[in-house]
């Protein structure tokens, strides 16, 4: 004590807490979930472009492969200077932890689709749109199954934004039951924590899996 609690007292913190838990948890999700759909839809838009332009490719992997490496951790002093709120500087970050890892691996698969399939549609008169989104695309969705390992990057980047200037979220209550020395209450949120990324994991794996093989989720 007072460090390492007992079971006991985790429990009652659950339950004295479970107002402001539930209310952090929530925002925790939804600064999550627009932090995450930011990155992916950026991250598909440059991935396409660096796989199938040579050009675009020329000019924006060199620049991928220095920016991109640098935790989004490490911009936290610049995101709060340039960004208006908080909030939108923890969404910022989270769309750059997702960002760097979804457009290497969508390049890498658009960039490997097969020539034969391209021919192909060629022959059959397809132009450039048809070819990017209906034969490259489709061509690397295997790759897309990596959009769920952009969700690690991003619970880590969450919680360390939330502990910086966001008011509410798991990241802020674990800060700032640590300022009061409150150890129950920090184990509490690291019990919800557990529970509510891995249920974001496996949830996500499961409907990504689902999609590709063709089912309904």
């Known amino acids: 004590m007072p460090y ?30 627009s932090g995450y759909a930011l990155g992916v839809i950026l991250a598909l838009v440059t991935g396409i472009c660096i796989g199938w332009s040579s050009r675009v490719r020329y000019w924006g992997m060199p620049l991928l ?9 490490a911009w936290i002093p610049l995101a709060m200077v340039i960004s208006p709120s908080a909030t939108f500087s923890a969404v910022g970050l989270i769309a750059l932890a997702v960002w760097f890892p979804v457009t290497m691996l969508t390049a890498s698969g658009i960039s490997n689709t097969r020539a034969s399939y391209l ?14 989104f209906r034969v490259a695309v489709p061509a690397a969705m295997p790759a897309s199954l990596s959009l769920v390992h952009g969700l ?5 980047t969450l919680v360390v934004a939330e502990t910086v200037g966001v008011k509410s979220g798991l990241g802020w209550y674990v ?12 184990f509490a949120a690291l019990i919800i924590m557990a529970a509510f990324f891995s249920t974001i994991m496996t949830s996500c794996s499961r409907c990504v899996t689902m999609c590709w093989s063709g089912k309904k989720v």
């Open 4 to 33: 390492f609690p007992g079971p006991a007292a985790v429990l009652q913190s659950l339950v004295n807490d479970y107002r402001l838990l539930f209310d952090s948890t929530w925002h925790s999700l939804l600064l999550l979930l």
């Open 65 to 73: 492969k220095v920016v991109g490496p640098i935790p989004a951790t």
């Open 119 to 132: 021919d192909v549609a060629r022959t059959l008169g397809a132009g450039r749109a048809y070819l990017i």
């Open 152 to 156: 690690g990057t991003s619970f880590l």
């Open 175 to 186: 800060s700032w039951a640590q300022g009061w020395a409150e150890y129950g209450k920090v």
